[in-house]
């Protein structure tokens, strides 16, 4: 078994950091987050996503393990001092089935080129920017929502998360204070800021998938302006479940609204390395 706090075993490399966990919240039992030490030379934008991994376990010929590496959204904005992701817990996976049992000071490898879609360079300008997730595909809108250049850009921020069951509802108590603990969005998230989590499978306020929120207008109420997304003004980020992302991409498509990428900014953007 690979002992996770033997920093030699995870050494400095031309493609990875070696970071110490800060800290670990489990917030059910398939639903964790971590944060790792942020080296002075890692640079990325709010939205962006990073290979995070552990070293392969020994093989019976001797040759050394190849790291097992997989990409993680980071869900802290580019102004933190850490680095945090959110997590599934998979029992027999290659990388979960390790990761989920780290705790503060083990080493992980950390990539050195962060990248990705779902970043404010690769939107047009606008009034309203709906950050729609499913899932841990709520991380980057952690980073995205916390970012003060998004105040700049817009006028409402909202955050809708989608999950099957309440207690899958990470961050809740967090986004619906509005961020009111942000050291720099605190003030302009008090007013501007709105959050609607949604749950599938059990009783709660708001049930549903986030389509169907769409489409009876839900997802608008509380909010300034049209309870339908105006292409003129209002730009989209999409993260989570395939079926959600291209379901709500055709919905998008279907009224006018234009993918965006980083080279071509839009008024709509998925990430695209996390679709099958």
């Known amino acids: 078994m690979t002992d996770l706090r033997a920093p030699v075993l995870i050494p400095e490399s031309t493609a990875f950091h070696s970071v110490a966990v800060k800290w670990v919240r489990h917030w059910n039992e398939h639903l964790f987050s971590f944060a790792v030490e942020r080296p002075a030379s890692f640079r990325f934008r709010s939205g962006e996503f990073v290979m995070i991994g552990l070293p392969g376990e020994a093989t019976d010929d001797g040759k050394p393990a190849k790291p097992v590496m997989r990409a993680y959204s980071i869900a802290s904005p580019a102004w933190a001092e850490e680095l945090e992701f959110l997590s599934i817990k998979v ?22 080129k962060p990248t990705g879609t779902l970043v404010l360079d690769a939107l047009l300008g606008g009034k309203r920017l709906f950050l729609l997730s499913t899932g841990t595909g709520l991380a980057p809108f952690l980073s995205v929502a916390r970012d003060p250049d998004v105040y700049e850009r817009f006028e409402q921020i909202v955050v809708v998360h989608g999950v099957r069951r309440v207690n899958d509802l990470a961050w809740h108590d ?21 959050y609607l989590p949604a749950v599938t499978r059990e009783d709660f306020h708001t049930t549903g998938r986030i389509p169907a929120l769409i489409e009876n207008g839900r997802l608008f109420q509380g909010l300034e302006g049209d309870a339908r997304f105006d292409p003129e003004n209002d730009r989209v980020m999409l ?3 395939t079926a959600m992302i291209r379901e709500i991409a055709a919905m998008l498509e279907q009224i006018g609204l234009i993918e965006g990428s980083n080279a071509n900014p839009g008024q709509f953007v998925i990430e695209r390395a996390f679709v099958d």
């Not at 027999?92 to 390790?98: K, N, S």
């Not at 009111?180 to 007013?191: G, I, Q, R, S, Y």
Request: include cysteine; hydrophobic fraction near 35%.
């Open 174 to 194: 967090e986004l619906s204070a509005r961020l009111a603990d942000d050291p720099l969005v605190a003030d302009e998230a008090a007013t501007r800021f709105h």
């Open 91 to 112: 029992q027999d996976g290659p990388l979960t089935g390790r990761l989920q049992k780290v705790e503060p000071g083990d080493q992980l490898y950390l990539g050195k």
């Open 239 to 241: 993260c989570g479940s």
